[in-house]
């Protein structure tokens, strides 16, 4: 069995062992480039405050940024017998640069080691996930230009209520997003401190500059406590997923009507055949899986996060081993999330409107509270106008003017407010991207030679 990192030449027990390391020589690999890069940040820090000499953090950093790209390329591997993607990296990193790998460990610990690593994933992880919430309210926004002025019922209770259009059902869900995308930046607000120097969470007895790795790595700051640092664990995967959990919530209501508009009875969408399939004894069906497996990605995504949640509740402060049992659903929350994001924003353009059949069911009853207005602005008092639609309703004399009275305030079906939107879109695009960049010179300083 190969050395661990904390051995100190006692014997393992093959069984134990395999408990305590659990998954983590799989899981281990998505965070391998990551604590490849952490690692290199670490390197130039010690060589920085005097702790390692030049010569040899630049061989660390040469051969990390062989391991970084191999990682990424998914030719790393973790032994099964290691016990961990950290005890890997080192071991290759013995191997490839000799003593100097041995320095490495110097002034960190295994758990603000996986800290940092988590964190650069949860920021990559972030922004790709805001990216797809982007163009996915593009995809809305654009359905709802196209169809501004298609008409549909507007239900409330699953009962018709007012008039709708298509334009302004496909424009709440670019607004939810758009929400979401405002809350991203608190989310990311909370990744971007430094936890590197926290050690085992209470620092080290070392003169490290821990605000020199936090520049280095892109961050804006430093986790300053320690102990804080290992308090996180949980905290700050538990807020990445629960954003996207929020922008499942408004998804799901979503992909909840395109279920319902696309059956025979409602007939008011259709769906490609390219996002149905069909049944194994029935000829004629084409089942709309596509939008019953995203539904439920929605719900997964609830329980993935209430697992992350469950893990790192109920423990006292500072470091516990129940946190290494966080990586995996918060790698498959994010996944998850990647996935769903994918999928509908190829949905949305080709989703079919069926206009006719959408105004067929647009019928007179719809626009009773319009008609109350329409007396109303005759000088009726409102509730008067109310009882008075009502009884043309019940006596069946109620005969509305469709054209009386259209919405023209902001969101209203005259007026979506297209243009403020996609001003909105634009600069949400604009930070993801500008913060996209400002990593990617982050991790070129670090590899430079």
């Known amino acids: 069995m190969a050395d661990t990192l904390w051995g100190k030449g006692a014997a393992l027990d093959a069984v134990i062992h395999r408990f305590t390391v659990g998954d983590d020589p799989v899981v281990d690999l998505s965070l391998a480039p990551h604590d490849a890069l952490g690692s290199a940040a670490h390197a130039r820090m010690l060589a920085h405050v005097g702790l390692l000499k ?3 953090a630049r061989a660390l950093v040469k051969a990390l940024k062989g391991l970084h790209d191999e990682a990424r390329e998914g030719r790393f591997t973790i032994l099964p017998e290691q016990e961990d993607g950290h005890t890997a990296l080192e071991a290759a990193l013995v191997e490839r640069v000799g003593d100097a790998g041995k320095r490495i460990h110097l002034a960190r610990s295994r758990n603000d080691q996986v800290l940092l690593a988590v964190r650069l994933l949860l920021r990559e992880e972030l922004l790709a996930l805001g990216a797809g919430a982007v163009g996915l309210a593009e995809s809305f926004l654009d359905f709802a230009q196209q169809h501004a002025q298609v008409a549909m019922p507007g239900y409330t209770h699953l009962r018709r209520a007012m008039p709708s259009t298509f334009g302004m059902w496909g424009m709440a869900f670019a607004e939810g997003l758009l929400e979401e995308l405002e809350a991203l930046r608190g989310v990311w607000g909370r990744l971007d401190r430094c936890p590197l120097g926290a050690a085992a969470g209470f620092g080290v007895p070392l003169p490290i500059d821990r605000e020199y790795t936090a520049k280095l790595l892109g961050f804006s700051r ?11 664990r949980g905290r700050h995967e538990a807020a990445v997923l629960g954003w996207a959990c929020s922008v499942a919530g408004t998804l799901e209501k979503w992909l909840w009507d395109v279920q319902l508009y696309s059956t025979d009875e409602f007939g008011f969408l259709g769906l490609p055949d390219a996002f149905t399939t069909g049944s194994s004894i029935m000829p004629q069906k084409k089942n709309p899986d596509v939008v019953e497996l995203a539904r439920g990605r929605c719900r997964e995504l609830r329980g993935i996060a209430h697992q992350v949640e469950a893990v790192a509740g109920g423990l006292p402060s500072s470091y516990h081993r129940d946190f290494q049992l966080l990586k995996r659903p918060t790698l498959a929350g ?6 769903l994001l994918d999928v509908l924003t190829r949905l949305v353009p080709v989703l079919q409107v069926k206009a006719d059949a959408a105004a067929r069911a647009c019928d007179d009853t719809l626009y009773a509270a319009h008609h109350a207005y329409v007396l109303v602005a005759g000088g009726l008092p409102f509730r008067d106008a109310y009882r008075q639609v009502g009884r043309e309703l019940a006596d069946g004399t109620f005969h509305p003017d469709r054209s009386a009275l259209t919405a023209t305030h902001l969101g209203g079906a005259g007026n ?6 996609r001003e909105e879109l634009a600069a949400a695009r604009g930070w993801l991207d500008d913060t996209h960049r400002a990593l990617a010179k982050a991790a070129e300083r670090v590899w430079a030679d």
């Not at 994010?334 to 996935?339: C, I």
């Not at 979506?416 to 939107?421: K, R």
């Open 54 to 56: 030049q010569d040899e």
């Open 222 to 232: 430093v986790q300053r406590s320690p102990i804080d640092a290992q308090n996180g």
């Open 334 to 339: 994010v996944t998850s999330a990647r996935a």
């Open 416 to 421: 979506l407010g297209l243009a403020q939107a």
